[in-house]
């Protein structure tokens, strides 16, 4: 349209256009992103280097890159994290993680919906993340094929966003990467909490620690 009547488009139309070529770029490169991630994570070519994280700059940091689009859809998206908590971690898979369940979100959101990430300490030695929707909700059968790549769980999103379901197969696979676990809770037309478990920052603690108090091996003669 604007290659063939770029004069007598309004301004109004234009910018119309013009966010429709964004979000379509936008839901192309995430999809090649995650089919990129999931090709390397088949050949065995990603590596894996856990390092502590401190959780909530690192959430915040995730959420810039879908601040416009809830915008767009008039979500609104909180975070609630303590200062202090971190966790232990690959930082690049944790990030595609927390990227893919953040972005499904607000795709299966509707206009004036919430999102709510919440972060907790579970017990010594993990963290518990979910992240909450009042969006279309799932209904069981969904939810008990969700994380199977043999499963056809695809569906658009409430402004028609498309969607692969391959991003959450790799939220699967990067989570247990971890030695963590992921799962969800969800009703149709009540919304979805997405649950990941991963190491907390004292299982680096207490491994830095057991090192430290491991006394020197003893030099013996022949």
Known sequence: MMAEDLPNIRI??????????RN???????LLENLLEWSRMEQGLIPYNP?????????????????????????EITADIPDDLEIYADNNQVQTVLRNLISNAVKFTPGDGKINILAKADGNKSVEISVRDTGIGMSPPMVENLFRLDAN???????GEPSS???LILCKEFVEKQGGKIW????????STFYIQVPGGMTYN???????????PVETSD
Do not use: C, W, Y
């Open 206 to 216: 207490n491994v830095v620690q057991s090192v430290a108090d491991t006394p020197p």
């Open 153 to 159: 769980m695809t569906r658009k999103g409430t402004a």
């Open 165 to 167: 379901g391959l991003g």
């Open 51 to 75: 390092v502590l994280i401190r959780l909530r700059s690192f959430v915040e940091e995730s959420l810039t890159s879908m601040d416009e689009t809830a915008k767009m859809k008039g979500i």
């Open 24 to 30: 379509s770029a936008t839901n192309l490169f995430r």
């Open 184 to 191: 969800v809770k969800s009703e149709e037309g009540k919304g």
């Open 12 to 21: 109004d139309e234009l910018q119309k256009i013009a966010l429709t070529m």
